[in-house]
């Protein structure tokens, strides 16, 4: 399995932005697809967005569509969010997430997960 560390949470204003990192070491980063989730208090875990192994394709929530983007960076085995135009709604400890090629959206076709990170959006 890949180790994951998530950093770059924090509180910010609504319409502010953050960007969160995922470094990932252990086995090799290309080899998976990268995710990240998210889970508010009191709410189930929910799938916010993928990156595959190569980079080609991107998958996201709709509600954050336009507004985060997932990137991978292979020479730094690092996986960002970029996450604009915050709202209270998107409140949560986000998660990162390594899986197999077909791991897109659901959470148990990933196999590898961080400790998560804060975000807070404050209204």
């Known amino acids: 399995q890949v180790q994951l560390v998530e950093s770059g949470g924090g509180l910010v204003q609504t319409g502010g932005s953050l960007r969160l990192s995922c470094a990932a070491s252990?086995?090799?980063?290309?080899?998976?697809?990268m995710g990240w989730f998210r889970q508010a208090p009191g709410k189930e875990r929910e799938f916010v967005a993928t990156?595959?192994?190569?980079?080609?394709?991107?998958y996201y929530r709709d509600s954050v569509k336009g507004r985060f983007t997932i990137s991978r960076d292979i020479a730094k085995n690092t996986v960002y969010l970029h996450m604009n135009s915050l709202h209270p709604e998107d409140t949560a400890v986000y998660y990162c997430?390594?899986?197999?090629?077909?791991?897109?959206?659901?959470?148990?076709?990933?196999?590898?997960w961080g400790q998560g990170t804060q975000v807070t959006v404050s209204s």
């Open positions: 252990g086995r090799t980063f290309s080899a998976y697809n």
């Open positions: 990156i595959t192994r190569s980079g080609s394709s991107t």
């Open positions: 997430a390594a899986g197999s090629g077909t791991a897109i959206s659901t959470a148990s076709r990933f196999e590898s």
